[in-house]
């Protein structure tokens, strides 16, 4: 840890100017002499403690599905309750009742998103949900009393390869989960609609006057987490149609009508139980970060040093150029190589629950993302001076002011441009780590902070 001080001097020769009659005078002469410091303070020192992070809003599509026990993290459980965005419209036109075969529950798995074995065969319960789900929702959510346990619609016995599959599916990016549920409940959508098109206008209608949504229950077997990227229904059913000729026909037919989106609620309830060698490192003083449940790290950023550093040493004229975090972390040893997230938050304690509640992005003042370095190892948060600046002529700076927590995160981003102006990337949301297991330990002790700022002294 040191600072640096760099100077720069600028030195202006006088002139001297002659007349061209025989009077010789001089006009005048001066030396002013400018300043310049450039500073980098990288003095300061962090430490930390790891906090239980029992429960966070998902706020995702992604469904995470199955059971995991995995020595050196823990045993890990997530199911699923979800609503669903209805199609505005259904094929009514030459379709009755009675012409309605069957609906599936589809759900979309990309290869290799999975944890654990991929032939281990697993298996899961469906149940119609008859109570409205709460919003917040958290992973800790119970749904006993949401779902009566006796009214099954649909269950399998699945698993994460494609064995077995046609060769046009195996080359595919992903494969499919589907799950038959009872004819009579695509007759009711379908009844309802022809009943009240209104009741399919907007989620909420659905939601409350046609269908709440469904409880996915793991029921069989353990090993393996599988993340479900898309998930709708699907129904089939037959259309009378007319031949080129005039006559009557009847097709067959097929149509998405309800899915997963971001506008409706959909919750992964997760249990978390720790392995005792990570409760013990907990325990020893070790900042350790578990996801999707299980630690954040809270830390006091240095600010009142920083502020008090700058004020102290600030010359005449005077100008903050960067204030940057780098923040190295190694993995915590277990049987499936779970290690850093793939991105980390930094927020300020006080703004985590808004900042997921209200679906919020990074700001760059009260909350920053990194994504990890695996490289260099580390997480490295380069835009802190506008916290800095923020907070540098504040009055009455609080715990609340530099107090922060390091959270998981998944980061959406989108990317745009062309081959004229290039490309640029940016982020369009951040929700908690929910796809996969992490696990990281946060190595302050050689964590460094770097404060540069400038100085202008002018002499006359």
Do not use: W
């Amino acid at each position: 840890m040191k600072i640096k001080s760099i100077i720069a001097c600028a030195l202006a020769a006088a002139t001297f100017i002659s007349s061209c009659d025989d009077n010789e005078s001089n006009i005048g002469s001066s030396i002013i002499e400018d300043r310049i410091s450039i500073t980098v303070d990288s003095t300061f020192t962090i430490t930390g403690r790891s906090v239980a992070n029992s429960a966070v809003q998902s706020r995702t599509l992604l469904q995470l599905l199955g059971r995991i026990d995995a020595a050196g993290y823990g045993a890990l459980s997530s199911d699923v309750v979800t609503q669903f965005m209805p199609s505005t419209s259904l094929d009514t036109t030459g379709v009755t009742v009675e012409m309605i075969d069957s609906l599936k529950l589809m759900m979309a798995v990309y290869h290799g998103n999975f944890v654990g074995d991929s032939i281990t065969p697993m298996g899961i319960e469906v149940y119609r949900l008859n109570r409205d789900l709460p919003s917040p929702i958290f992973s800790n959510f119970d749904p006993a009393g949401y779902y009566d346990p006796s009214q099954k619609i649909g269950s399998l016995i699945y698993n994460a390869s494609t064995l077995g599959e046609s060769d046009s599916l195996k080359n595919a990016s992903y494969h499919t989960i589907s799950v038959n549920l009872p004819r009579e409940l695509a007759q009711e959508f379908f009844t309802a609609y022809k009943n009240d098109p209104s009741s399919f206008s907007s989620p909420s209608s659905f939601i409350n006057r046609v269908f709440k949504g469904i409880y996915i229950r793991n029921s069989y077997g353990s090993g393996r987490l599988t993340l479900v990227s898309n998930t709708l229904m699907r129904a089939y059913y037959r259309r009378k149609d007319k031949k080129d000729d005039g006559t009557d026909t009847i097709k067959p037919a097929m149509a998405n009508y309800f899915a997963v989106t971001p506008e409706i609620v959909t919750n992964n309830n997760i249990g978390l139980r720790l392995a005792p060698s990570v409760t013990s490192l907990v325990n020893q003083g070790e900042n350790i970060v578990v996801s999707p449940t299980g630690y954040d790290v809270e830390f006091e950023f240095p600010l009142t040093e920083i502020i008090s550093s700058y004020k102290t040493n600030k010359g005449d004229e005077s100008a903050i150029n960067s204030l940057t975090f780098s923040l190295p972390v190694d993995s915590v040893p277990n049987d499936f190589g779970f290690g850093p997230a793939p991105s980390m938050l930094m927020i300020l304690k006080s703004k985590k629950n808004d900042f997921f509640q209200n679906n919020s992005l990074p700001d760059n003042i009260t909350s920053f993302s990194a994504d990890y370095d695996a490289v260099n190892g580390r997480y490295y948060f380069g835009s802190l001076r506008n916290y800095l600046m923020d907070m540098i002529d504040k009055d009455d700076i609080t715990a609340d002011d530099y107090t922060f927590v390091l959270t998981p995160v998944y980061i959406t981003v989108e990317t745009s441009g062309d081959y004229y102006y290039g490309t640029s990337s940016t982020i369009t949301a951040v929700t908690p780590y929910i796809s996969a297991p992490s696990m990281t330990k946060i190595l302050f002790d050689k964590a460094k902070i770097r404060f540069t700022y400038s100085n202008q002294i002018i002499n006359y």
